[in-house]
């Protein structure tokens, strides 16, 4: 029967692979998979020319002079996921090969709610139920196997409470289990920062469910935080946290967005999930690892100004486990069991079903032909809209491509002209869906090198007669500009006024 149960989950996660594979092949690359390939490709860089560095401060040059370049190699972000993708890069700098690592490790993450769903219910039927519904959820399945960060981290978040919950269980523990815990525990905090959530979570369960275990914890805590000393000390140096508290508290995103059960889990799922948490929380109010891993992150994230979904990515694994726990619940229900069994499933079947056909996509935005056209020289990049500046610095890096690249933000301050042209030394401009008008084209004395259009899009490539080089570009988040040559101090100096 186990081997049976099994199978079946292995089964759907190979038919789960193989349809998010052939998804995959029409995604034009997203903004911020635009910087998380960028930020991996610079790894890639930096550990090729490690040997070349006679210095730290040969280091810090070399990143300086790269984010001139490609100005999206933001480095507020922990570097796990990134130097796993650099790892695979150096394998082929392929962004499909970049998906099939971020399915990967969403096929893993199934698999660890799977145990942890056996831990909590105790029934392996409503387990593989609650891992299932883990991957149809229709946020999970759009960024199943897109390059993002967000799904490593539910992986090793998981897997930490895992871990700990199979320990608490014990009387005695091994210096073996302390330093395995300690692992983990550094793993995760190198993911994504909501990771922190780990040690308030785990501290308050040990402490009211495992006074013994307590003592133990916070020795696997410290010795977590000495494995990743090296990276925060870099972080708090180089003054990395002012960016990263400046986009945690930037407004973004409507107010109720963690709560909006049909956007995050689907039109067919998302009462279903919405049912099953309320009474799996309330079943489990006692369980104070169940309600400070909900509660906790639920209140930060309500009240914050910046709203988006895969902030609360962490609490993914308890609405799974919340769904086999309903499922087990109607198990129990002999006379309707049959009939709501068929409901749950159907509801499952049809958002599958809902999540392939709204994830299709019949077109792939030209960013690759159009990135191929540039000659040598800077190139300014109009509009972040419908393709992301970012998607075509990442293109630039696939390509080795030795343009600047100038994202729009620069135009937030500065009107179109020739004078700008002139003192940014901008060779080339990419215009989405017809910004530069005939008027503007005369005036500015443009050629159109290459035009892709269809149904959905029409991009143009112009070049200037612009013959000034500028090795400098704009940081859009500093809104200062850099130039070749100024050295890694004048970027700290950029940060110190910006925040």
Request: charged content about 20%; proline content about 2%.
């Amino acid at each position: 029967m186990k081997f049976r149960n099994e199978k079946l989950l292995l089964s759907f996660f190979i038919l789960y692979f193989i349809i998010q594979l052939f998804l995959a092949q029409n995604y034009t690359i997203t903004s911020d998979e635009g910087t998380h390939g960028s930020i991996s490709l610079f790894y890639k860089s930096l550990i090729s020319n490690l040997k070349n560095f006679k210095s730290f401060n040969n280091i810090t040059e070399f990143a300086y002079d790269y984010a001139i370049k490609y100005p999206k190699i933001t480095p507020i972000y922990p570097p796990l996921y990134h130097i796993l993708l650099a790892g695979v890069f150096f394998i082929k700098e392929s962004v499909f090969l970049g998906r099939v690592l971020s399915l990967t490790i969403t096929i893993l993450t199934a698999f660890v709610i799977y145990k942890m769903a056996l831990e909590l219910l105790r029934d392996k039927k409503s387990a593989i139920i609650s891992s299932i519904s883990f991957l149809i959820f229709s946020t999970i399945f759009r960024y199943a196997s897109l390059i993002y960060t967000d799904i490593i981290q539910i992986l090793t978040f998981t897997l930490v409470l895992l871990y700990y919950l199979r320990l608490k269980k014990r009387s005695k523990f091994s210096i073996k289990n302390i330093i395995i815990l300690s692992l983990l525990l550094a793993i995760a905090f190198m993911t994504k920062f909501f990771s922190v959530f780990l040690i308030f979570i785990i501290l308050i369960d040990s402490f009211f469910s495992n006074r013994k275990f307590f003592k133990f914890y916070l020795l696997s805590l410290m010795i977590s935080l000495i494995l990743i000393s090296p990276y925060l000390y870099l972080y708090v140096k180089f003054k990395l946290y002012k960016f990263a508290l400046k986009v945690a508290t930037d407004p973004f995103g409507y107010k109720w967005a963690y709560l909006d059960v049909f956007m995050n889990f689907g039109i067919f799922l998302g009462l279903f999930v919405g049912v099953s948490t309320i009474w799996f929380l309330y079943k489990n109010w006692k369980n104070s690892l169940i309600t400070t891993w909900f509660f906790l992150p639920s209140i930060i994230f309500l009240i914050s100004t910046h709203r988006d979904i895969r902030f609360a990515y962490i609490l993914m694994p308890i609405y799974a486990i919340s769904c086999g726990f309903l499922i087990k619940n109607i198990r129990g229900i002999k006379k309707w069991e049959n009939i709501l069994l068929l409901i749950v499933i159907s509801l499952l079947t049809l958002q599958f079903i809902f999540n392939i056909s709204d994830n299709y996509h019949d077109f792939v935005y030209p960013v690759e032909e159009i990135t191929k056209a540039l000659g040598p020289g800077n190139v300014l990049i109009l509009t972040d809209r419908p393709i992301y500046s970012s998607t075509y610095i990442l293109y630039g890096q696939l390509h080795n491509i030795s343009n600047i690249f100038i994202r729009p933000c620069l135009l937030e301050k500065n009107n179109l002209t020739r004078n700008f042209l002139e003192e940014w030394g901008i060779k080339y401009m990419i215009d989405h869906n017809d910004t530069i008008d005939r008027k503007m084209e005369n005036n500015l004395n443009l050629s159109l090198i290459t035009k892709k259009e269809s149904k959905n899009y029409r991009i143009r490539l112009f070049e200037t007669n612009v013959k000034k080089e500028v090795n400098c570009n704009y940081i859009c988040r500093l809104e200062g500009k850099v130039c070749m040559g100024q050295g890694f101090e004048h970027l700290l100096s950029l940060i110190d006024k910006s925040y």
